[in-house]
């Protein structure tokens, strides 16, 4: 019995140091903007081993319904009034209707980039609502942009008491070509900060995104099983603005 609680002790202690080695192979978020104030936005920044730019993450709450902020999201062709150096968005034609071809504006000396995106909503356990969108092959190149090899980028709402909603924003993208460490930088810092300004300014300006059943969101938008969110996040009893 002696030596089996040796071996029992001996493994425990491995997976404790494998587990505290992955760990600490995992940079951990710098803090690059933060904020006390409710409706302020936060963000950090992570080194990503072989990328020039860092993945990025950014948090705030809005005062408007999770609804709300599902319906600006599913507004694809307005995607480039908030979402950072986004030029145009749009669905194609015999692609399937949760892809969505995006176009964005580089910063010299950086070329313009492109990407097709598949996105995905779904509810997690807890409650929130993730709108996961990532890229897929499936759209010719073009000679006048860079494809985007790679990239994920997560919207998780959580709906909260007063009808506002957090909303934590986070992105890995592999922006393909030759990218200055000063720009990738830039990049990095600034696109959680102005993604969630835009979208704050967006709800704030338009009143069609205030809307009272998930039947009004786009088809794609239920597959599976549509969200569930409380009386006060679908709307009722707001007057319209």
């Known amino acids: 019995m002696a030596w089996m609680n040796s071996m029992r002790l001996a ?11 992955t760990q600490a192979a995992t940079p951990t978020w710098e ?12 963000t950090w920044v992570r080194t990503v081993e072989g990328q020039s730019i860092k993945a ?5 709450e809005v005062p408007h319904t999770a609804l709300a902020v599902l319906a600006l999201m599913a507004d694809i062709p307005q995607l480039h009034t908030w979402v950072y150096q986004c030029r145009s968005a749009r669905q194609v034609k015999n692609l399937p209707p949760e892809q969505t ?10 070329s313009d980039r492109d990407v097709l ?19 897929v092959d499936g759209y010719p ?18 709906p909260l008491k007063g009808r506002w909603t957090r909303v934590e924003f ?8 030759l990218v200055p460490s000063w720009l990738a930088n830039l990049v990095a810092t600034d696109a959680p900060l102005h993604t969630l300004q835009g979208m704050r300014k967006r709800l704030d300006e338009h009143n069609k995104y205030q809307i009272k059943s998930i039947d009004e969101l786009p ?19 707001i007057d319209p603005r």
Not at 101 to 107: L, P, W
Not at 123 to 135: A, F, K, T
Not at 170 to 177: I, S
Request: aromatic share 8%; with cysteine; charged share 20%.
């Open 101 to 110: 071809y995006a176009r964005f504006r580089g910063i010299w000396p950086a």
């Open 117 to 135: 995106l598949v996105t995905q909503v779904s509810q997690q356990p807890d409650g929130s609502i993730l709108v996961d969108s990532r890229n």
């Open 31 to 42: 803090p690059v903007r933060q904020s006390d104030e409710r409706g302020g936005i936060q």
């Open 219 to 237: 088809t794609y938008y239920l597959k599976g099983k549509p969200p569930v969110l409380s009386a006060e996040h679908l709307g009722v009893g």
């Open 56 to 60: 990025f993450r950014g948090v705030t």
């Open 170 to 177: 986070e992105t890995q993208v592999d922006v393909g070509g």
């Open 141 to 158: 190149l073009s000679d006048d942009d860079v494809r985007i090899p790679s990239l994920r980028n997560t919207f998780r709402l959580v």
């Open 11 to 21: 493994l425990c202690g491995l997976l404790w140091s494998v587990s505290s080695l």
